[in-house]
């Protein structure tokens, strides 16, 4: 078992910027794959970012050059930057621990 803790989430204005975490605890393997995924109202989860443990990373086109995703091994804790922040991010944002442990999720609301 493994069990995701997020915060970071909130209310931005267009342009702002946000950073979400979330730490990892329980049965970490040392091969992992973190991320992060959103849902918007009425729509489909969807990935955001993911990044392997020794770095390699992965972005969705809507995020790029905006979002940066990041990871503490040490502390089994991913980030999120996000800057730069559109009207179209607001979601809830999850964690997501080897495609198959999720966190509660955290709000992310960007508005004016």
């Known amino acids: 078992q493994v069990q995701l803790v997020e915060s970071g989430g909130g209310l931005v204005q267009p342009g702002g910027s946000l950073r979400l975490s979330c730490s990892a605890s329980?049965?970490?393997?040392?091969?992992?794959?973190m991320g992060w995924y959103r849902q918007a109202p009425g729509k489909q989860r969807e990935l955001v970012a993911t990044?392997?443990?020794?770095?390699?990373?992965n972005y969705a086109d809507s995020v790029k050059g905006r979002f940066t995703i990041s990871r503490d091994n040490a502390k089994n804790t991913v980030y999120l930057q996000m800057n730069s922040l559109k009207l179209e991010d607001t979601a809830v944002y999850y964690c997501?621990?080897?495609?198959?442990?999720w966190g509660q999720g955290t709000q992310v609301t960007v508005s004016s």
């Open positions: 329980g049965s970490i393997f040392s091969m992992n794959v």
């Open positions: 997501n621990f080897n495609t198959y442990y």
């Open positions: 990044i392997a443990r020794y770095g390699p990373t």
